[in-house]
Structure formats: structure tokens, C-alpha cells
């Protein structure tokens, strides 16, 4: 089993860097404070959540198996997703409240127009997966 990276190198593995935009989803008091202040310190800015009228470079949700319909939520969060920028679904790991099916992920993702890229464990009771904007074929 896979151990987490440490709230000091969550940010850096998730890409985020001084300046980046983050979009928010999902807070709630069984969230990990120590990736969400990694997040902070890292981009220099506070997490946005709620309407926006921005681009953002990252779209971080935090996801249960209860919290509705997953499909809908990551075509949400692609909505103020920058061309070249992930979107982070963190959800409980297996065994914990709320854990959601890795394949559940796997299904929606395509449906909603992203792909899964990597998982990596961010916390102990978290777990985060990278899933990104597909591509176009059409030029």
C-alpha cells in the first residue's frame, strides 16, 4: 500500500505552483486541513469555491460516495477548468466513510469529458486522482 506524500510535497505533486488559481469543491469538516493549507501555500492564493467568473488552473473536489451524481460535478469543475489544467477528485480510501469505487471514477470521467491520469495518496484517510480535459481530435 501506497503511503501519503506528506502535506509538503502534496502541492508539488499536484502541480501547483505560486500563482495558480484553485477552485474548490466539496469542503467539509472530514477534509484534510493539511493538503488544503499545502494547496494555499503553495499557489500563494486562497482556495475560490462557490460561482466564479474565472479560469483556474486546478479544480480541487473532495468527494464521498453519498455526495450525488459524480458526472455532474466533474462537468461542473471542468467548466472553470484552464485548457492545460487538472482536475484533482479527492475522495476517502477504501474502508473509510464515503469511500468511492475507483471504478465508479472510471466511468464517469469519459461521460463527463475527462480521463483519468494518476491516483496518489495525499493524506492518510485521502486519496487524491488527476483526471484531465480529453483532447480533440478535430484540427
Do not use: F
Not at 86 to 96: D, E, F, N, Q
Not at 112 to 127: F, I, K, M, Q
Request: glycine share 10%.
Amino acid at each position: 500500500m501506497s503511503t501519503p506524500v506528506g502535506p509538503d510535497l502534496v502541492a508539488a505533486r499536484m502541480g501547483i505552483v505560486s500563482g495558480h488559481l484553485i477552485l474548490e469543491s466539496g469542503y467539509g469538516s472530514d477534509c484534510d486541513e493539511g493538503v488544503r493549507k499545502a494547496i494555499i501555500n503553495s499557489s500563494g492564493n486562497d482556495l475560490l469555491s462557490g460561482e466564479i467568473n474565472e479560469v483556474v488552473d486546478s479544480v480541487v473536489i473532495w468527494w464521498r460516495e453519498d455526495d450525488g451524481d459524480l458526472i455532474d460535478e466533474l462537468v461542473d469543475g471542468l467548466t472553470y477548468l484552464a485548457e492545460s489544467g487538472s482536475l484533482w477528485l479527492l475522495t476517502p480510501k477504501a474502508g473509510r466513510a464515503g469511500h468511492v469505487e475507483p471504478s465508479d471514477i472510471q466511468d464517469a470521467a469519459p461521460i463527463a469529458g475527462l480521463s483519468v491520469t494518476s491516483s496518489l495518496p495525499v493524506a492518510s484517510d485521502w486519496t487524491a486522482t488527476k483526471l484531465v480535459a480529453r483532447k480533440s481530435t478535430k484540427k
